[in-house]
């Protein structure tokens, strides 16, 4: 069973769109929520993060919302750059065990 | 800043091997990581150790072995390579395991095993 799901799993969009993806978890001890960027060859490296306590948290033009009673959160990417496209992975923690659980990922790829 | 570095790059092996990754960290992390990734999957935990000599299970430990023998390296051994196995191994490191932890990785050892 999957703990934390995202979508879509890929997704292309034109340069200077905004690009959405979607994250959905179950367990309701799940408090800390990172996205991780990886761009091919490489490690995936840290984004942006959002507390529980917290709704929306932006650095740039990368902002993540929280919903805590639907359980989802999402990253949202304005002025999409050919230079975002890379996956892009949601995790779920448990601050009480540690436990860090990923997503699948989503593929972006971004058009000039 | 600092740097893992994951050695080999790339490792081809034969079924039934015995393989090992090596990472290297010089961020003075504590704590350390051995994660799977599988294509279009996300990453599985296999190992993790919060301190030298500590070793974790995560979800996926069988058919491995870790070691951390000093605070800044972390081995990962596969104990019996499976055919046609293909994957990469992700070391990652964290200052601790608390709220806000932040993972740092390599670049990855990627597996394939004829």
């Known amino acids: 069973q999957q703990q934390v799901r995202q979508s879509p799993q890929s997704l292309t969009v034109w340069e200077g769109g905004t690009t959405v993806l979607t994250c959905s978890y179950e367990d309701s001890t799940f408090n800390y929520f990172p996205w991780y960027q990886q761009f091919p060859g490489e490690g995936p490296a840290l984004l942006i993060s959002i507390l529980s306590v917290s709704d929306k948290k932006e650095d740039g033009r990368f902002t993540t919302f929280f919903n805590k009673r639907e359980k989802k959160l999402s990253l949202h990417i304005i002025d999409s750059q050919p230079g975002d496209s890379a996956t892009y992975f949601c995790a779920a923690k448990n601050t009480n065990t540690g436990k860090l659980t990923f997503g699948d990922g989503t593929v972006l790829t971004v058009k000039p | 800043g600092g740097i893992i570095t994951q050695t080999p790059k790339f490792l081809i092996g034969q079924e039934g091997q015995k393989l090992t990754l090596k990472c290297q960290q010089n961020f003075n992390h504590d704590t350390m990581y051995w994660y799977r990734q599988d294509s279009g999957k996300g990453l599985r935990l296999i190992y993790y150790s919060i301190t030298e000599n500590d070793l974790q299970k995560g979800d996926l430990s069988e058919g491995y072995d870790a070691s951390r023998e000093k605070k800044s390296s972390f081995s990962l051994t596969v104990t019996s390579a499976q055919k046609n196995e293909m994957a990469v191994f992700l070391c990652?490191?964290?200052?601790?395991?608390?709220?806000?932890?932040?993972?740092?990785f390599g670049h990855g050892t990627k597996l394939s095993v004829l």
């Open positions: 990652a490191s964290s200052a601790d395991r608390g709220s806000n932890e932040r993972l740092f």
